[in-house]
Structures are given as C-alpha cells and as structure tokens.
C-alpha cells in the first residue's frame, strides 16, 4: 500500500508540471512606476549657523542665523522623472540665492545630467511665493532612495542682506517636484 502511494506521488509530481508545461497560452503583466523626486541635505553637512530643521521626502527646512552672510548648502536629488527644484522664503531676507555647482555622486547617475540642468542665475528675490532654483530630466538611472551612488548634487549659494545677519533667523524651504507633474 505504501509503494502504491509513492508511485502515485511521482506520478503526480512529473506528469501535472509536464502537462502545464505544454499548455500554450498567454501572460500580461502590466505595472506602473510612479515618478520619484527626493531632496536632502549631502550627509555630513554641518555649518554651526544653519540649522535643517526636516531633510526628506521632497523637502529640506532651513534655518539661518549667525553672524556669517554668505552660506553653500548642498542639496542631493535623486529622481526617476524630469524635476524642479524650488524654493520659498518664509521668513528674514536674502539678497542673493543662485546654484553654484552641480555634479553627480556617482555612476547611477545620468552621464548628461550636469550639462542638462537649468540653472536659474538670479532670482527675484522680491517675489512672494516659491521660486525655481533648477531643473532638469531624470537623474538617477537605478539603486534606491538611499543609494549613495545615484543622487545629483546641487550646491546653492544664500547671501544674507546686510541688515538679515545680526537679526532674526531666516527660514528657508526647498522643494523637489516631478517635473512632468507641473503645468
């Protein structure tokens, strides 16, 4: 009785994938990739006068105070989708905000991003509202949304007024948007 239930077993086992091997048929597997656009502040940045009060996500929360008017933050972006990075003055002055460098952090990055970025010069700084600092087409090509390898660094360069250094702290907030979500 034991034999009997073995073979009918291995028969089981061979002949039922065999005959679903030979069926013919068709699989569609459809699946969508929604657009990704992340900012954040390069790790290890430290400036005893700047404080990131939220980096992730889509948005990095500054805050500026102290005695020194002019302050670079490097921000990293990672994208699977054209972006617009944008900033908005909630609150102090400034009399300068312009991006100064912009360079890959690694190989996951798109070889023709650097030279595809649209750097906005000079801001209108009188402009209530956010405005565009940079844009650009996709920048990572794989790894993940912690990948150290994949994310595009843009420097921006902040120039305090005169008046803005000694006085209240300035808050400044950066965001990230896909570009393609943006009329």
């Not at 065999?18 to 940045?45: I, K």
């Not at 100064?100 to 996951?108: E, F, K, M």
């Not at 209530?128 to 921006?156: E, H, W, Y």
């Amino acid at each position: 009785m034991r034999c009997r239930f073995i073979f009918t077993l291995m028969a089981v086992l061979f002949v039922v994938p065999a005959s679903v091997g030979t069926q013919t048929g068709r699989v569609t597997l459809q699946a969508t990739v929604s657009e990704t656009v992340t900012l954040s502040v390069a790790p290890g940045f430290s400036q005893s006068h700047v404080d990131v009060v939220s980096s992730g996500g889509n948005t990095v929360r500054i805050t500026l105070s102290g005695n020194d008017p002019v302050i670079r933050v490097p921000l990293l972006v990672r994208s699977n989708t054209s972006f617009k990075i944008s900033a908005e003055l909630e609150t102090g002055e400034l009399s300068q905000l312009l991006v100064t460098d912009v360079h890959p952090t690694g190989s996951l990055v798109s070889p023709h991003i650097v030279n595809s970025i649209d750097k906005r010069p000079k801001m209108d700084l009188n402009v209530t509202g956010p405005f565009l600092i940079a844009s650009g087409p996709r920048v990572s090509l794989g790894g993940t949304l912690d990948s150290p390898n994949n994310a595009l660094q843009i420097t921006v360069l902040i120039n305090l007024k005169p008046q803005q250094v000694r006085g209240s702290p300035v808050r400044l907030t950066f965001v990230a948007t896909a570009g393609s979500l943006i009329q």
